[in-house]
């Protein structure tokens, strides 16, 4: 456990750091937290894990007949609904569905594009949501449902700024779009450029903004997108072969993603995925990490980390009871708390 120069705000007494049994092995790189003590998280292999305990239990399974897939991306609402997504080329970028805790799931979507890869997906609610996937002829991929997932229809790619040669997204944490209220929606990319697509039509219209994040190499960009409202939002990724390399890997919106203003916190190691805290000591307060270490800040204005975690992580959710659950490989599950 590594702490780096701290903000006085808080006592070191109010973090904890509690590694958990997942009873897997897999590499995890997805997790959602819905309601207090139900966690999901997703991994490779057709994994998925559930816990109603808050932890205490976690029971690991497969999907049948997903058993090659690599499931990036979970989004669940509570104990028995939630949606998997498989991020690959071709037919390996898939979406399951179940509304039995995982008894029974239903695949919903198969993507049938050989050129097409899906990375992430957001929920506005149990019915509405929206995928991304890299660009095919030139056009970002994005399918949209309206009936909890039974049809997911493509977005008109005209719609859509064309993507730059080499730009594409990552499906690093299954959070590289991120949706507030009932029609916004951004989502993010890296290699060739750093930039920043927002729909405030639920993906009718869109427009696209750079950003000052590190990019140019297939390695760099930006990973993780989160909003804690409609108009305040953070990015963050780097250079995923230099995790160690600093910044400018954060960045933060006040005016809902039209300009970006790198973080002036210090370091900005590689960074996976980001997350608004449910519970904020000060508004705005926040957890990142990635494959170096995790960290949480009071304000994303702050100059330093309030505390850093020396940990290997992927993906991390803030469950509505303030409680943070963050997952590796090897079945890393972990809770990190600042209460």
């Keep these: 456990m590594k ?20 009873h897997t092995t897999e590499n995890l790189r997805g997790v959602s937290a819905p309601a207090p003590n139900v966690i999901w998280a997703s991994g490779t292999h057709g994994t998925y894990l559930r816990t109603t305990d808050g932890g205490t239990t976690w029971i690991a399974a497969h999907v049948p007949g997903a058993e090659t897939l690599d499931f990036r991306d979970v989004e669940a609402f509570d104990a028995n609904l939630a949606f998997l997504l498989a991020a690959g080329p071709g037919e390996t970028s898939r979406i399951y569905k179940t509304t039995t805790g995982g008894a029974s799931w239903q695949l919903q979507f198969t993507n049938h594009d050989p050129h097409g890869f899906f990375d992430c997906m957001a929920f506005w609610d149990r019915n509405h949501g929206i995928a991304v996937g890299d660009p095919v002829d030139g056009k970002f991929e994005l399918i949209t449902t309206r009936d909890g997932g039974r049809h997911w229809q493509p977005v008109d790619p005209d719609a859509l700024p064309p993507a730059l040669d080499g730009e594409g997204a990552f499906a690093a944490s299954g959070t590289c ?72 890997n ?90």
Aim: aromatic letters at 10%.
């Design 3 to 22: 702490w780096c120069a701290a903000v006085p705000l808080l006592a070191s007494s109010l973090f904890a750091q509690t590694i958990q049994k997942s």
């Design 177 to 248: 779009i991120a949706v507030k209220g009932k029609s916004n929606v951004w989502f993010a990319t890296g290699g060739r450029a750093a930039r920043v697509f927002h729909s405030a039509d639920a993906g009718k219209t869109w427009t696209v903004v750079d950003t000052p994040i590190v990019h140019g190499a297939d390695s760099t960009g930006i990973f993780s997108i989160a909003f804690r409202d409609a108009l305040h939002g953070v990015i963050a990724g780097g250079d995923y072969k230099q995790p160690d390399k600093d910044g400018p």
């Design 250 to 339: 954060l960045a933060f919106t006040d005016d809902g993603g039209r300009t970006w203003t790198l973080a002036s916190i210090s370091p900005q190691w590689y960074l996976s995925a980001v997350s608004f805290s449910t519970k904020p000591i000060v508004v705005g307060s926040f957890f990142a990490l990635g494959s170096a270490r995790a960290a949480y800040a009071v304000n994303i204005r702050d100059k330093a980390w309030q505390k850093t975690w020396n940990l290997n992580l992927n993906a991390i959710a803030i469950a509505p009871d303030g409680q943070a659950f963050a997952v590796g490989p090897k079945g890393l599950i972990v809770t990190l708390s600042a209460q």
